[in-house]
């Protein structure tokens, strides 16, 4: 099972996600992730999923996503031509003794300590999957309490856009 | 104006004569619109004869069929039918009564969210939060539903929209960014197929719903003959090509012909258009057309590919690409394979013998399809008769015959055959059910007699769901659940509602009950006393 990310645009309206997230329960098809926000045209909102399957779901999800009337353009961002990013917010157990190496391992992540309380340091991190996934995996010895990420969202590289 | 107003000004400006419907609380405001307006309402027994009855028009008129209902359980009954159409690509326009918009949200009295219940099986759908947007939204509504692969598109009107004033314009041009269907084959896959054409020995074309849906009757049988390809169809393909001509072959599939099916495993090259070789279509996908290459012509792309892989595919309009290949084509060299298909195998079957007290459904098929007229049009339920009617009536000349296809949903016949009959006044309409599919149109006797039109209603009565049981008996030798003990006297009922009827049983009165039926001028019923272990195929 591979992953292919695509980039949608869509008419910004009510009913919208719910058409598209209806289509992947409805045909079986497995979604890794799903963001939607507004784009430069308040008109449009670009959605970005992640889908997990081989090359026939793929081609379904695209071609069964674009007779949606409210989908205005699919593209496939490649890993090698694209920019991935994902937050994560992180809530992580934070005794006196382990402040200052969440810190640390934070700051090797480029990420940054937004919260601080008197039992938990909450840390933001942004990257691909694989950093998050990663920091997560170093976080776990101390407890992560809670924890919310935006699921992916990406751009093709380059001069092209796809609007 | 107001905003129900706008809605019929709408509905005439898309040349709409005639709406099937049901009111209720929140669709009041329209009916008062319809009601000083020239559009025809025909008032069902039950909102899914409505959407039926839409479908039954929209297939024989070739036009957009539109059924009404009221918000909450008008909406939700209207369910069954969308999904009917959808599943057969028939362009529809719903529009459904929703509470005051005020309201919405809060689970008021007769509130539900059709938009969000109907989102897997519409085309699209619009839940409508101001007046203003009546005339640009029904615009497009017509536009999507009736273009591309047709299908059904619903309109949710709060009831205080129905009652706002606006200025009425409507739109000329429709512009959605998100929809540009392909009509036009691109030539580099035309000039692809025909080469594929010519070196293929065995070709043979599969035509689908989308032959009709597209009107390319005329254009694939010119393609045919000057090719010298013969064709298959689908269940939803029966009438693309004559039954009587000299290239036709049958229908395909689990309940097709024997003939049509050999041909399809014969073949090298297959041509499928308009169809999307569903599971009944291929009787198991691993065996379907296994010497065979594919070309798959079909104007909605996320049919290529989905069922069968071709090598060659194109996106179009099935019209405008048979025409493409017409220019483009040469006669084959085919008429080995032909006369290999030609075998006495192929020659259909006379009457059989019947047990006393029934009638044999295949032979009734097929002596009524040499006793109607060449326009006839004739409606099959869902089950046994669908399959007996389906094989065994003949599509010659511009005969249609129209079926749930996709969803199978029983009780389509009756409501569909009031629709057929107001989108083809003057032409036979014969609506094939079984004693099950027949109590579930039942209140539609009301419409029909308060329309006052001539439907020859065929029932065969087994006394069961057949197919059911068919099926029960090969899997678990016994059966359950499928005996209908407490019918009617089917008669009695058809003369409570006005209408005359007959009942045999015996293959030798048939002729004798369809005369009379096809001279009446009012509805008639002939109920044709089946075996119960009569079989389908």
Known sequence: MDRYILSVLVENRAGVLSRVSGLFSRRSYNIDSLSVSETEDPEISRMTIAVRGDQYIFDQVRKQLNKLIDVIKITELKPDRSVYRELALVKVNAAPENRSAIGETAEIFRGKIVDVASETLTVEITGDVDKITAFIELMKPYGIKEMARTGLTALERGNNTIS | ?537
């Open chain 2, 1 to 537: 104006m107001k905003g129900a107003q706008a809605i019929v000004r709408c509905l005439e400006e898309e040349n709409i004569k005639v709406v099937f419907g049901y009111p209720g609380a929140t669709i009041v405001p329209l009916y008062e619109a319809l009601r000083t307006s020239d559009i025809k309402h025909v008032l069902v027994r039950q909102e899914q004869a409505a959407a039926h009855s839409a479908n039954g028009y929209a297939r024989v008129s070739g036009t957009t069929g539109v059924c009404i209902g009221t918000s909450g359980p008008g909406a939700t009954n209207l369910v069954t039918g969308i999904a009917t159409a959808y599943m057969d690509s028939i362009p529809m326009v719903i529009i459904t009564g929703q509470v005051n918009s005020a309201v919405i949200g809060r689970d008021v009295f007769q509130e539900i969210d059709i938009t969000g219940a109907t989102e897997p099986f519409v085309k699209h759908s619009y839940l409508l939060k101001d007046a203003e947007q009546i005339p640009g939204t029904l615009r497009e509504a017509f536009h999507i539903a009736g273009t591309g692969r047709p299908g059904p598109v619903l309109v949710d009107v709060p009831v205080d929209i129905q009652k706002q004033d606006i200025d009425f314009h409507y739109p000329e041009k429709v512009v959605i960014r998100g929809y540009k269907p392909t009509y036009n084959g691109h030539a580099g896959q035309i000039t692809r197929i025909i080469r594929k054409l010519k070196s293929s020995r065995k070709p043979l074309v599969c035509a689908g719903g989308g032959i009709l849906s597209a009107d390319a009757v005329c254009e694939l049988r010119l393609f045919a003959e000057k090719a010298g390809i013969p064709v298959v169809h689908t269940m939803m393909g029966i009438g693309a090509l004559a039954a009587d001509h000299p290239l036709y072959l049958g229908m395909v599939g689990s309940h097709g012909h024997p003939c049509a099916n050999r041909a399809v495993s014969q073949s090298d090259l297959l041509v499928v258009i308009g169809a999307r070789i569903g599971d009944r279509a291929t009787g198991g996908k691993e065996v379907f057309a296994e010497n065979a290459e594919i070309i798959h012509i079909d104007i909605d792309p996320a049919e290529i590919g989905k069922n069968i892989k071709p090598i060659i595919p194109i996106v179009g309009d099935a019209k405008i690409i048979i025409r493409q290949l017409a220019d483009k084509i040469q006669p084959l060299e085919t008429n080995g394979w032909l006369e290999q298909l030609h075998t006495p195998q192929n020659k259909k079957h006379t009457a059989p013998k019947s047990k006393k007290g029934t009638v044999n459904p295949a032979y009734a098929i097929q002596l009524l399809g040499s006793m109607v007229d060449d326009e006839a049009i004739v409606l099959a339920d869902v089950g046994q008769n669908q399959i007996w009617a389906a094989r065994n009536f003949e599509l010659t000349g511009s005969r249609k015959f129209l079926t749930s296809g996709g969803l199978g949903t029983m009780g389509y016949s009756l409501p569909a055959a009031v629709g057929a009959k107001a989108g083809a006044a003057g032409k036979t309409v014969i609506s094939v059910v079984g004693d099950g599919g027949f109590q579930m149109s039942l209140g539609e006797l009301g419409t029909i007699s308060q329309q006052n039109i001539k439907i020859f209603i065929l029932l065969f009565n087994n006394n069961r769901l057949g197919m059911v049981r068919e099926i029960q008996d090969k899997t678990y030798s016994r059966t359950y659940g499928v005996d209908l003990d407490g019918n009617p006297d089917f008669l009695k009922l058809a003369e409570a509602y006005g209408f005359k009827g007959i009942r045999v049983a015996c293959n030798d009165d048939l002729e004798a009950a369809f005369t009379e039926a096809l001279n009446c001028h009012e509805t008639f019923l002939v109920e044709c006393m089946v075996d119960p272990e009569e079989r389908t195929l």
